[in-house]
Antibody, heavy 118, light 114 residues
Framework: QVQLQQSGAELMKPGASVKISCKAT????????IEWVKQRPGHGLEWIGE????????NYNEKFKGKATFTADTSSNTAYMQLSSLTSEDSAVYYC???????????WGQGTLVTVSA | DIVMTQSPSSLAMSVGQKVTMSCKSS????????????LAWYQQKPGQSPKLLVY???TRESGVPDRFIGSGSGTDFTLTISSVQAEDLADYFC??????????FGGGTKLEIK
């Protein structure tokens, strides 16, 4: 069965960078878009962007260009999102998800909590 | 970008009651070539990841109870829970998956059980 396993919670200083991982099992990793979604209390769900691991193609939400960078390692079936120049506004739970069909998100990771604090 | 607006922001219902929540999009999500509406619904229980309930506005994901019913077309959509259960306590989000990115979500509806 499809599973997405994300890396653990991170406590970061302002100005630092963090790299979150999302390991996929149960399907052909290279063939499906991996999505990244941000959730802060009271802010709902925000789509950050997506990567197609087989080609490395990416699409970013304009709001997160320069903030988020996606990569994928097909040898380990793992997708990564790096967030740079962290501020308190980046404190959130970040989810990876896998597309199915026409861009609905059928499978979700468990989420990674990033806390930015001095 | 397509803006998704959900209402109400919260509601409280008793077990067994019918629940309806709305999702409106700033432009039509209807693909005229296949007559499908590109709208998904998700359920997020406290402390959990979102879970896909419905896609193409009315197609229930495998394993989702049939009390969850998606409907609507164009810019106006509804998620109905025909007889709400205690385990349906959750936040519900709509998402448009029409055409090209960015994919956007509504702000959510919080369902509380009296």
């Amino acid at each position: 069965q499809v599973q997405l396993q994300q890396s653990g919670a991170e406590l970061m200083k302002p100005g630092a960078s963090v790299k979150i991982s999302c390991k996929a099992t149960g399907y052909t990793f290279s063939s499906y878009w991996i999505e990244w979604v941000k959730q802060r209390p009271g802010h709902g769900l925000e789509w950050i962007g997506e990567i197609l691991p087989g080609s490395g193609s990416t699409n970013y939400n304009e709001k997160f260009k320069g903030k988020a960078t996606f990569t994928a390692d097909t040898s380990s079936n793992t997708a990564y999102m790096q967030l740079s120049s962290l501020t308190s506004e980046d404190s959130a739970v970040y989810y990876c998800a896998r597309r199915a069909g026409f861009a609905w998100f059928a499978y979700w990771g468990q989420g990674t909590l990033v806390t930015v604090s001095a | 970008d397509i803006v998704m607006t959900q209402s109400p922001s919260s509601l409280a219902m008793s077990v067994g009651q019918k629940v309806t929540m709305s999702c409106k999009s700033s432009q039509s999500l209807l693909n005229s070539s296949n007559q499908k509406n590109y709208l998904a619904w998700y359920q997020q229980k406290p402390g959990q990841s979102p879970k896909l309930l419905v896609y193409f506005a009315s197609t229930r994901e495998s394993g989702v109870p049939d009390r969850f019913i998606g409907s609507g077309s164009g810019t106006d959509f509804t998620l109905t829970i025909s007889s709400v259960q205690a385990e349906d306590l959750a936040d519900y989000f709509c998402q448009q998956h029409y055409s090209t990115p960015p994919w956007t979500f509504g702000g959510g509806t919080k369902l509380e059980i009296k």
